[in-house]
Each structure stands twice: as structure tokens, then as C-alpha cells.
């Protein structure tokens, strides 16, 4: 018992270690500040868009004005933070700074917990960000923030760690950063490339008579999208914010539980995965 | 090896591609109508009753629980109609009904066994005002013969209006010439009364089975009666139930009421531009799982992956008045009123929103109201205003409750200041960095020079 | 310190290492020498756990590396092959960064302390990026010996440095030697090794061929002392007098310098001294010769060489 907590204390310190020193290197770099500044531009289009709408049409029901400007911004940003770290994973083990990592005191479970943290932390801080910037709109427009906004901030810490976790299991099992780069590209570009196909086949009436591919096809493609929805973030978020506006609570709570345990699964994996693939070049 | 299962992958999905177009093609192009079985159905969609039809290819059926619907197997002819991307049924050819016993089945077990009876639909309000009226057996055949005797009534009403018209237009005709007109004649009181629309709708006497069933998922099966089980006929069938029932309404702005927006969904809030009234016409509504409900609607319409929830109008009503509270201050009512809706002569094409008011005419005949609605004006000083019903019991009603926010006015440059944070943030953070590596450099540098 | 047993790592095409049984002592420096591919870099990356071996048994304090992976890898430092380095930190930020995942005391004066040590005090804000090649190595010894390890690991540690960077990274071995660190070498300059190694350990083809100390190891390729000896004059009877002598192997006269193999088993140099001196002859000068730890090295690694390849299966 005494080993195991030696060993934690230990792992803890190697998380927090990793943790502090990627946070430093991602607010020292441009690119996140792009990233925010532009998801807040956008937003801010967006709600210039429905204000514009409901002065020419005088009136405009929606669930929350700030509900799918915000979505934007910290899914754009989300996708950002995973595809960083997709990069930075692979980019350290093919310069061998991964390997010059595990000289020392960290093994696979703090490389990756530390990187996790990193990023959720970047994420947190942001969110924070963005927060400051929807009240600041909210009291330029005087329009109340309402409840469900900020029970969506709450879900999105939720889905924004289960998607930076998708993005280290991707990094931890590519071999270089080319390959990593595709895959995640490859993952989001197909999850919303499946949707149009279904949407394209479902057009089709199937013939009854014969075997007809189209048939297969659109049972197939339906297969990929249940599992995309049971596994995409984005349906996550989506869904979550569906149920809170119903009401239906324990909906809600499932599905931050089923963010979580997805999240967990794909860290363990990362570890594995790691493991598999080598910390060298 | 990997290249082999790539090359074999991108074969693959090539290959379905390619036999998804040709069948698509193929479907496309054929227009040769077939003889098939289907299930016609006068489905309750919670207000109306919609009659369709279920096709070979759509395999699973959907009703609403706790309702009855009419299930009617019948063997019409088919053909592919590409513009809509569906089968049409051609009933004018060939209409035919299928003789069987509708066997229904749950968990394997038969539950049900249903015979074919005469049915007829009713709308005795007017189809467009909903409550309609199933009747079944025997009662069918007298309520249309009601229905029938009524109509034909209102037929010789109508006929016997014109008639007096005709006769009072011209006695008022020859009076004029004879100049013999005296207020006793005045049109407004005199002329023939028309009698009063005949909304009563009803449907023919058909034929088919009424299903009612409690919320789950079922098989159903047409059986003939030789014992087989008719080609075609096995169906999943999946009943369901409303999920919330509420209420809903239809937003009229006062200068765009040719335009008015719904809000169905009880957590949406409605934003609205200050200076302005808006007229709030409230009506009944139910949420339905929105896969199963379009589908009930339009059983070949396309599957969509992420079905939600879908809130369906079921009607008006007369309500009590319109709560105005703000947090927990209750601020006041708005009563339930009639409008009408005015042009403004000239040929500045205006109109004028109205209290209607009885006894006001138009033309020959009296006016009635446009619509009826809670009025409300909207000032700068509504902020997040909260709108609700409450039931005779002072209660308030379930799923009335909606927000409004009234939007200012603001400059075109305002709204891009927040998005300054993240730029201020960040070259705050990378400049200080810079700036100090900067610093550090020169210091090493100058130290070299020196020494 | 450092014990394996039949340690073995096969890929799916190669067998990397295969049988490697070792042993380094407390406080010695031991030499890891070995051509290209050799297996040298996989049996370090087992060391330190960046490998799984196949098959084999390893400890490193002796603990198994699984059960007390923090422990074993706190007492270490590592000086790799290729100097790696965040690119977006200072030398003093990386520098901090390993102090606070070894958890060093007093981190600041540490890092201080041994940054003005190798002489890169006045650069310590820089990007490691800006430095040349030999600052690079300075710098990656200072991380690796920041915590103060009982073991070192270095990989090809003055490889691509000038004569003066060599020259610094020998006297930080010397000092961690003289503190009593034990230190792990793996390097292709073997004068440096030869300088430096109190036992050193030949791989080839994935195999150890040899452990043993430099004289030790002489000795198995070439049991012969080498000895040169300068006279005044070459008398006629010379070199029937030499050939008479039973422990002379072979001899050589080149102008007034005579090379001479003799039989290692014993020192018989007086006796060859005084048969020269017999003849007429002055000796002026005499010089005894060892085998370099080059001739050692690529004797052993000679593919021809088998049956010394042979033993060294044994």
C-alpha cells in the first residue's frame, strides 16, 4: 500500500510537471489566440445576424440567442485543442523529446494524464474567456443570459475533455504526425461526410423485389451514424442541450456520465496505445 | 499488406457506389405501375385523421398509443414517382380490399385478431378545426346517412336562398324604378339571410380494421382465409405516445401580421424589437418522438440518424387571461380579445389591427373577427418578461410559460469590442514572452561585446 | 548496478540483441562498444525501459525495473544519442522543468550551480536551439545530472564535438567517476573509452562478445607483449641469436629498431636483453608495446575472426 501510494505521489507529480510546462508552451504560441479570437469573431457575426433578424422582422422565438453562437466557439475551439494535441503527441516522438520524457521519471500513464490536463486546463481557462466575452454581449445587447447557457458551459467541459482525449488516442497510436494529422482529419471529415451520404441514400426508395446494394448501403452507412452518434462529442453536446431545454434531467446527467466513461476509455487506450506503439522514433 | 487491404477497401466501396447508382438509376427510371399488397391507413396524427399508405418497401408502420386507427390491406397499383422520390398508389385503377383477419403480435405471443369493419371519419366542427369523429360497424353507416340528409338539407337551403334572392333583388329592383322605396326595404334588414356554411365534413363509408394499442412495438400480419399468411403483409409496428403536452403560440408582430412566427417549444424564449406590439395567439400542442411522428405522416419519407423531438399544434382554444411577471413580481394580465384587421384606404396599401367589435359590417354582410389574441406592447423596458396561462383553478397551465426579451438598439461597431479580449489576452501573453527573450539576448550580447 | 540475463528483443524481421548477459559493478565506468547495428542502442533503450525485451531477465539496483520504475529512474541520468530539447524553452526553463520532475532540492542553486560549472551560465535564457552542437551536449549533461544519479547512461556522449568539448565531457566523467557515480558508455571513440572505461563490453550482430577490463581483454585477442628496441649497431649473429631465443614469436629489424613478439605468458624481457647485448650490441632504448583497444576492437568484430567469436558465445 505504502509502494502504491509512493507511486501516485509520484505519477502525480510527473502529471503535474508535464501538465504546467505544456500549458506554459501553448499560451506562449500564437496560434491558440488565434484560434480563440477567431471563434469570438464568428460568434459575435452570428448574433449580429439574429439582432439584424429581429430588427427587420420584429421578432424572433429561439431556445437561447447565445445557445448556438457559443456551441460554435467552443466546438471550433475544442477541435483545435484535440488537433493540437494530436500534433504535439506525434511531433514529440518523432523529435524525441517523448523519449528524452521517459529518461526520467514518467511513465506512460502520467505522459498521458499530464498532456490530458494540459489541454482541459487550456480548454477550462478558455471557456472562462469566452464566458467574460458572452456577458460582456449579453449586456451590450440587454439580453439576459439564461439558465440553460450556463448549464451548457458546464456540459461542453464535459464533451470538450472527451474530445481532447479522442485527439491524444489518435497521436498515441500514429506513427508520425503526418499520419496522426490524417487520421483526425480524417475522423472529422467522415463523421460529417457519413451524414450526408445517409441523408443522399435515404433519398433512394429502395427496391423490394431483389437484393439491391442501395439497400445495404443505406443499412450500412445507418450503422456508422448510430455509432458516430453513440461516440461523436459533438452529439454529445447537441444532445445534452436538447434534454436540459426538456427538462428531462436524468437524460442530461446520462449523458455527462457517458462523456466521462467515454473519455476514460479512450485515455486508457491512449496509454495502451502509447505502450504499443514505442515512445522512439 | 496494408497496401493490399487499401487497395481492397477502396475496390470495395467503389463497388457499392457504383451498384448504389446503377439502382438508383434503375429505380429512377422504371414507371411500370405493379400490383401490390399495402396498408392504406387513416392514421390519428392528434388532431386530424391522415390517410396514407405503406408501400413493400417501408417496413415498419407507425400509430399513435391509445388512439383508433383504421389499418386497411388492400392491393392497389404501384409505380416509382422520381420527383417526390417515393411510390405512388394508383387507387383510380385499382382499389381493392385484401380479405383477411389483421393479426397483431408482441413478444411472439398473438394478442390481437382483428376482423374488418365499415368506418367513417367525421369532422362535424369543420376538418380545419380538428375533433373528429370515428364511427365504427353500424354506426358508421347511420352517421353518414346523417351526414348525408344534413348536407342535402343545407343543398336545398342554399338553393332556396338564391331563390329569394333572385326575387328580392328583383322586387327591389322594381321598386327603385317605381320609385317606391321606403326604409322598409333597407338591404341590411330585408334581404335573405344566407344560411350558415356547412362545415360538417365526413368521409365515405370504408372498410378496414381499427387498431388500438398501448405504447410498444408490435408485428402485424394479414392472414387469409385459407390460413397463409398474405405475400407482403408482415410489418413491424411501432406505437407511441406523446411525450409533453402543452401550449404554443403564433407570435402576429403588428406591422408584419402576414408573417407571424410560432413558438412551440416551452423553453424558447422570444426575442423581440422594442416598440412594437405583438398579438400572442395561443393553441394546444403535443411533443412526439420526431422520427416516429413524420413517418407516421409520411411513411416513405427518409431516415434521418439524429431523430429529437418534434411539438405538433393540435388546436385552438379559448383561454383565460395572459399572466406578465417578471422574476417573482407578478406585474399584470392581458385579456383574450378579438381583432380584425383593416386596410387603410389609398394606395399607400396599410392595414390597421382592430378590436373587432360586433355589428361592424363589410360589404352585404357583418364582419367577424380576423383572429383572436392577447395583446401585448412591447416597450424598452421589457427584459426578460416572463408570459404564462392559468387554468380556472388559478393554477398555471403546463408548458405556457414562454420568456420575452426585448433586443435594443445598438451601433454597427459595438458588438465586435469583445471580440478585442481575446486578441488583448493573447498579445499580452506572447508580447510579454517575446519581450523578455528579447531582452535576455541583448543583455548576453552586450556582455559579449564588453568583454 | 546494472545486471541482465539472456536479455533478448526480436522485431518481426531482425533479432536486435540476443542473449545479452552483463553485469555492471557499483562505481565503475563500463564501456559499451559495437559497429552500426549492433544492437548497442536497444539494449540501452531496454535499460531504461523504452523497450520491452523479448524475453530475459533485467534489474538496475537490483530491482526489477516494472516494480520500482520511479525509483530506478530517479537514480538515473541519461545523456542520449542526439541531444533533444523543447524548441519553445530556455535552457534554464528546460532545466527547471527536469529539476521539478526529479524533484530537486534547492532547484535554482542546482541548476546555477552547474550551468557555471560547464560554463553556460551567461547563457542560460537562451533556446537550447540557438546553441552550437557542443553547448547542446554540455547542457544535456547538466539536465542528466541534475538530480544527482547514481548511475549514468551515456549514449555516444562526445560524439561530433571538437577536441576541447571532448575534453570537458571527459573530465565531467572523470568527476562523476571520482564521486563514485556509476557510469554507463556507449561510444563508437573508443580512445576515449580506453582513457576512461575500468570494464568494457563488445557487441556484434546483437551479441556480447566480451566483458572484461582493457588488459583483460588484450590479452584474449593477443597474448604476445610487443616490445621495440633501439641499439647502436646490427651485429651479423643478430638474428640467428633472436631466433634461438624459444620466447621470441617473430621479430622484425628495421634499421637499428628490432620489433619483437614475445610470449605473454611471463615477462621475458631481461632474457631477450641480455641475447641482444650477447651479440655485441648496445641497446639505447626499449619500448613495450600493448595491443590499442582499436586492434582489440575490430579483432573481435572481425567477421573472419570466428573463433574468437565463438568464445565469446561461450
Not at chain 1, 187 to 212: H, K, R, T
Request: hydrophobic share 40%; aromatic share 10%.
Amino acid at each position: 500500500m505504502m509502494m502504491t501510494a509512493v507511486k501516485s505521489a509520484e505519477r502525480i507529480r510527473a502529471v503535474v510537471t508535464i501538465h504546467k510546462r505544456d500549458m506554459r508552451l501553448a499560451l506562449f504560441g500564437p496560434a491558440l489566440h488565434v484560434v480563440t479570437t477567431l471563434s469570438i469573431l464568428i460568434a459575435v457575426v452570428i448574433i449580429r445576424n439574429y439582432l439584424n433578424y429581429i430588427k427587420a422582422n420584429g421578432i424572433y422565438p429561439m431556445p437561447d440567442l447565445f445557445s448556438f453562437p457559443f456551441r460554435w466557439a467552443i466546438i471550433a475551439t475544442g477541435v483545435y485543442l484535440a488537433f493540437s494535441t494530436v500534433v504535439t503527441i506525434s511531433r514529440e516522438r518523432e523529435s524525441g523529446t517523448m523519449e528524452l520524457l521517459f529518461y526520467g521519471p514518467v511513465d506512460h500513464v502520467s505522459y498521458v494524464f499530464g498532456k490530458y490536463m494540459a489541454q482541459v486546463t487550456l480548454y477550462l481557462m478558455i471557456l472562462a474567456l469566452y464566458t467574460v466575452c458572452f456577458l460582456t454581449l449579453s449586456w451590450m445587447a440587454r439580453i439576459q443570459l439564461s439558465a440553460s447557457f450556463f448549464i451548457m458551459i458546464l456540459l461542453s467541459v464535459f464533451t470538450g475533455s472527451y474530445l481532447i482525449a479522442i485527439g491524444i488516442f489518435v497521436s498515441s497510436v500514429s506513427r508520425s504526425v503526418r499520419n496522426a494529422t490524417l487520421v483526425f482529419l480524417g475522423i472529422v471529415m467522415g463523421a460529417l461526410l457519413i451524414q450526408g451520404i445517409q441523408s443522399w441514400l435515404s433519398n433512394i426508395a429502395p427496391e423490394s423485389d431483389y437484393y439491391n446494394p442501395v439497400l445495404l448501403l443505406q443499412q450500412v452507412v445507418s450503422w456508422i451514424q448510430v455509432t458516430l452518434t453513440w461516440l461523436s462529442p459533438f452529439s454529445y453536446l447537441n444532445h445534452g442541450v436538447d434534454e436540459m431545454l426538456r427538462g428531462n434531467m436524468k437524460a442530461f446527467v446520462g449523458t455527462i456520465a457517458l462523456a466521462i466513461s467515454f473519455c476514460l476509455i479512450f485515455l486508457a487506450s491512449s496509454v495502451l496505445g502509447l505502450k504499443f506503439r514505442g515512445v522512439r522514433q | 499488406m496494408r497496401k493490399i487491404i487499401g487497395a481492397l477497401l477502396v475496390l470495395g466501396i467503389c463497388s457499392v457506389i457504383c451498384g448504389a447508382a446503377v439502382g438508383m438509376v434503375y429505380a429512377q427510371s422504371s414507371d411500370e405501375k405493379r400490383e401490390e399488397f399495402v396498408y392504406g391507413v387513416n392514421a390519428f396524427n392528434g388532431s386530424l385523421y391522415h390517410g396514407t399508405f405503406y408501400p413493400p418497401s417501408v417496413d415498419t408502420l407507425y400509430l399513435l398509443a391509445d388512439e383508433i386507427n383504421i389499418v386497411s390491406p388492400r392491393k392497389t397499383l404501384l409505380y416509382y414517382w422520381p420527383v417526390t422520390n417515393e411510390y405512388k398508389a394508383d387507387w383510380d385503377t385499382l382499389s381493392e380490399n385484401v380479405e383477411g383477419v389483421l393479426e397483431i403480435i408482441s413478444q411472439g405471443q398473438m394478442i390481437a385478431s382483428l376482423q374488418p369493419k365499415d368506418y367513417v371519419i367525421q369532422y362535424p366542427k369543420g376538418i380545419t378545426r380538428g375533433d373528429p369523429q370515428i364511427f365504427l360497424g353500424d354506426d358508421a353507416q347511420t352517421k353518414y346517412e346523417q351526414w348525408s340528409d344534413e348536407l342535402q338539407a343545407y343543398r336545398f337551403a342554399v338553393a332556396a336562398y338564391y331563390e329569394a334572392s333572385r326575387i328580392f333583388t328583383v322586387t327591389l329592383d322594381d321598386k327603385i324604378e317605381a320609385g317606391t322605396i321606403t326604409s322598409a326595404d333597407d338591404v341590411l334588414v330585408s334581404a335573405p339571410d344566407r344560411p350558415a356554411e356547412f362545415v360538417y365534413s365526413s368521409t365515405k363509408v370504408y372498410r378496414g380494421m381499427p387498431v388500438t394499442l398501448s405504447s410498444g412495438n408490435y408485428e402485424i400480419r394479414l392472414r387469409n382465409g385459407e390460413g397463409e399468411i398474405v405475400e407482403n403483409s408482415v410489418k413491424k409496428l411501432v406505437v407511441f405516445q406523446r411525450d409533453r403536452v402543452g401550449v404554443g403560440y403564433t407570435v402576429i408582430p403588428e406591422d408584419k401580421w402576414t408573417t407571424p412566427e410560432d413558438t412551440q417549444r416551452p423553453d424558447e424564449i422570444v426575442y423581440v424589437r422594442s416598440n412594437n406590439v405583438l398579438y400572442l395567439e395561443p393553441y394546444f400542442e403535443s411533443e412526439y418522438n420526431e422520427q416516429y411522428f413524420v413517418h407516421l405522416e409520411a411513411p416513405q419519407a427518409p431516415r434521418f440518424g439524429n431523430a429529437g423531438w418534434l411539438w405538433v399544434k393540435e388546436g385552438k382554444f379559448v383561454p383565460n387571461d395572459l399572466q406578465i411577471s417578471r422574476g417573482k413580481m407578478w406585474l399584470r394580465a392581458v385579456s383574450f380579445e378579438d381583432y380584425m384587421v383593416r386596410q387603410i384606404p389609398g394606395k399607400a396599401l396599410g392595414y390597421e389591427i382592430l378590436e373587432w367589435q360586433e355589428g361592424i359590417s363589410q360589404g352585404m354582410r357583418e364582419r367577424s373577427p380576423d383572429f383572436s389574441a392577447f395583446r401585448l406592447v412591447v416597450d424598452h423596458q421589457i427584459q426578460d418578461i416572463a408570459l404564462y396561462l392559468v387554468g380556472d383553478n388559478d393554477v398555471a397551465v403546463g408548458g405556457s410559460s414562454r420568456t420575452l426579451d426585448a433586443v435594443r438598439e445598438f451601433g454597427s461597431g459595438e458588438l465586435w469590442l469583445p471580440a478585442l479580449l481575446p486578441v488583448a489576452v493573447g498579445l499580452a501573453i506572447v508580447g510579454t514572452r517575446r519581450y523578455s527573450l528579447r531582452r535576455y539576448r541583448a543583455v548576453i550580447t552586450e556582455a559579449s561585446t564588453e568583454q | 548496478m546494472i545486471q541482465t540475463r539472456n536479455l533478448t528483443k526480436t522485431y518481426p524481421e531482425v533479432e536486435a540483441v540476443k542473449d545479452v548477459t552483463l553485469n555492471v559493478r557499483k562505481g565503475e565506468v563500463y564501456g559499451f562498444l559495437g559497429p552500426n547495428g549492433a544492437g548497442k542502442s536497444t539494449t540501452i533503450a531496454m535499460l531504461l525501459g523504452l523497450e520491452k525485451p523479448t524475453s530475459g531477465e533485467l534489474s538496475l539496483f537490483g530491482y526489477h525495473l516494472d516494480r520500482n520504475y520511479f525509483d530506478i529512474k530517479s537514480a538515473i541520468g541519461v545523456v542520449g544519442e542526439r541531444p533533444f530539447f523543447f524548441d519553445e524553452m530556455t535552457a534554464w526553463e528546460f532545466l527547471e522543468f527536469h529539476a521539478d520532475l526529479y524533484m530537486v532540492e534547492s532547484k535554482i542553486h542546482r541548476i546555477w550551480q552547474l550551468l557555471e560549472h560547464v560554463g553556460l551560465s551567461d547563457y542560460a535564457h537562451m533556446r537550447p536551439s540557438d546553441y552550437s552542437r557542443g553547448m547542446r551536449q554540455k547542457l544535456s549533461f547538466v539536465r542528466a545530472l541534475l538530480h544527482s544519479p547514481d548511475l549514468l547512461i551515456l549514449d555516444e556522449p562526445v560524439s561530433g564535438l571538437d577536441p576541447h568539448g571532448i575534453r570537458q565531457i571527459r573530465e565531467l566523467i572523470e568527476e562523476q567517476k571520482k564521486a563514485g557515480t556509476t557510469i554507463f558508455i556507449s561510444s563508437h571513440v573508443l580512445s576515449e573509452i580506453e582513457r576512461t572505461a575500468d570494464r568494457i563490453a563488445i557487441m556484434h550482430k546483437g551479441r556480447l562478445l566480451v566483458e572484461d577490463d582493457l588488459d583483460g581483454l588484450r590479452y584474449s585477442v593477443d597474448q604476445s607483449t610487443h616490445v621495440q628496441i633501439e641499439v647502436t649497431r646490427i651485429p651479423d649473429a643478430l638474428s640467428d641469436a633472436l631466433s634461438a631465443v624459444p620466447h621470441v614469436k617473430e621479430y622484425c629489424i628495421q634499421g637499428l629498431q628490432i620489433e619483437i613478439s614475445l610470449d605473454g605468458t611471463a615477462d621475458y624481457r631481461a632474457e631477450v636483453s641480455s641475447v641482444i647485448t650477447a651479440t655485441g650490441t648496445t641497446i639505447i632504448g626499449m619500448q613495450t608495446r600493448k595491443a590499442s583497444l582499436e586492434e582489440t576492437f575490430m579483432t573481435f568484430t572481425d567477421e573472419n575472426v570466428v573463433g574468437i567469436s565463438q568464445a565469446g558465445e561461450t
